[in-house]
């Protein structure tokens, strides 16, 4: 990791603790409730400034996390005071209002971020782009030109959502029709497609096809990449001598050089590092449709700048939403969290393999992570569980059935075994972003 990449990680980390805090803040003090300290990190103060209003501005020793502390919150030493500025003073409502507020602030500034990146660079309009003759697709009437707008009862409106559909429910032997809605010439059509299997040579790689470094997303156990040592988080630079400069690249260059049983030389970046690697492509089989669609980005209008921006956030809330899924159903591991270690990596990683790009591809790039952060941020601290704001609003919802405070004593308790959880949860995923990066 080097220094620029760690600092690049702390103003990112330290921006959406800052909104995500503010949130707080800001919806407290609409509804008159006094806020005593407002800080970034948590542990020992740094630095710190009273303001006139009484309340406490601080910068804490550990630069990951925050906390805007309320007079008459649980957390604060005077709760239950019957101040009218304390925040239990406030009906149910208000006080439902300030603890949603901070992951709505972390999807305003996804919002916010998205209308920049899709501004600046554009999106990915789910077009397809080829549809093999004889094929499933063809068969079922798909052609070249026409725009996906629903895969398998998903609305699409980016052609990297058909993929992430593919990778949550692979298609299978098992898997049946796939039902598609398409638009050509301004007319709807509908599409259920059998799929299809194929015989091909693979070499177990995952990734995504789009604008930023080719990063590998995942690595079959046991496959021809694993065999030679490439591992997720890797970012792809060249293949057989040709340079590789994104997603997209890469696809491009599979797409105009399909994979047969030749050698392929692989030069990749670990941890920032030049690496090589020799993989010897295997025979496989998969079920496949006949049709390839696009994930490389088009300049956008106005409009579609507004529309997309929208779209884009609720692509990474729903992403997020459905790893978790896959991760809650056993079907996912460890492996797919990472903590404080594991986005310091992925932002050197990424800052390693833009730079040489130039500034404006690199803020883009970085831009982008703060983008999936933030929706990340806000979704996980909706979780249902104790001591994030979720476990927070389900508190309060019981309270507002029941018309009675939950008691302290039983609030106290809930939220002790649930931070004792989440710390448990943030050691185990240090150390597996620790073990990942050795």
């Avoid at 707080?24 to 020992?44: L, T």
């Avoid at 957390?75 to 209002?97: C, F, I, L, N, Q």
């Avoid at 933030?374 to 601290?381: D, E, H, P, R, Y």
């Amino acid at each position: 990791m080097t220094f620029v990449s760690i600092i690049i990680s702390i103003i990112i980390l330290g921006i959406l603790i800052i909104v995500h805090e503010f949130g707080h803040f800001i919806i407290a003090r609409k509804n008159g409730v006094f806020v005593k300290e407002f800080s970034i990190g948590f542990g020992p103060r740094i630095i710190s400034h009273k303001c006139r209003s009484g309340m406490l501005i601080s910068w804490k020793a550990i630069p990951f996390g925050g906390s805007c502390r309320m007079l008459g919150a649980f957390e604060d030493e005077d709760a239950g005071t019957d101040d009218e500025r304390s925040y239990e003073s406030k009906s149910v409502w208000a006080r439902m209002s300030i603890t949603l507020a901070g992951p709505v602030f972390n999807f305003l500034l996804a919002w916010v971020l998205a209308v920049i990146i899709i501004g600046s660079a554009g999106f990915d309009p789910p077009t397809v782009l080829n549809v093999a003759e004889g094929s499933p697709a063809y068969e079922a009437g798909l052609r070249e030109g026409d725009i996906i707008t629903e895969y398998n009862g998903t609305g699409i409106s980016f052609g990297r959502e058909i993929y992430l559909e593919n990778f949550i429910n692979p298609l299978n032997a098992d898997t049946e029709n796939v039902k598609i809605r398409y638009e050509r010439d301004g007319q709807t059509y509908s599409a259920d497609i059998r799929p299809m299997r194929y015989e091909y040579f693979a070499v177990g790689l995952s990734y995504y096809a789009d604008e930023n470094p080719a990063a590998v997303v995942e690595v079959t156990e046991g496959g021809p990449m694993d065999k030679a040592g490439i591992r997720p988080e890797d970012i792809i630079t060249a293949i057989n001598g040709n340079s590789i400069g994104s997603g997209t690249e890469l696809y491009e260059y599979f797409n105009n050089n399909p994979i047969t049983g030749e050698q392929i030389e692989i030069d990749f970046l670990r941890h920032g590092g030049n690496m090589h690697a020799s993989v010897s492509p295997e025979p496989a089989s998969s079920y496949l449709l006949g049709f390839t669609y696009n994930t490389a980005n088009v300049k956008a209008s106005v409009g579609e700048v507004l529309k997309y921006s929208f779209a884009e956030m609720k692509y990474q809330i729903v992403t997020v939403i459905k790893c978790l899924g896959i991760l809650f159903s056993g079907k996912g591991s460890l492996d797919m969290l990472s903590g404080p270690v594991g986005i310091v990596e992925v932002v050197d990683s990424t800052y390693t393999a833009s730079v040489s790009s130039g500034f404006f591809v690199t803020l883009i790039n970085m831009l982008s992570i703060m983008l999936m952060l933030s929706a990340n941020l806000g979704v996980l601290n909706l979780l249902p569980i104790p001591a994030l704001d979720g476990g927070k609003f389900i508190l309060l919802i019981i309270e507002a059935i029941t018309r009675k405070p939950v008691p302290r004593k039983i609030e106290g308790i809930v939220t002790v075994i649930g931070a004792g959880l989440l710390f448990l949860l943030m050691i185990a995923v240090l150390i597996n972003d620790v073990t990942k990066f050795f």
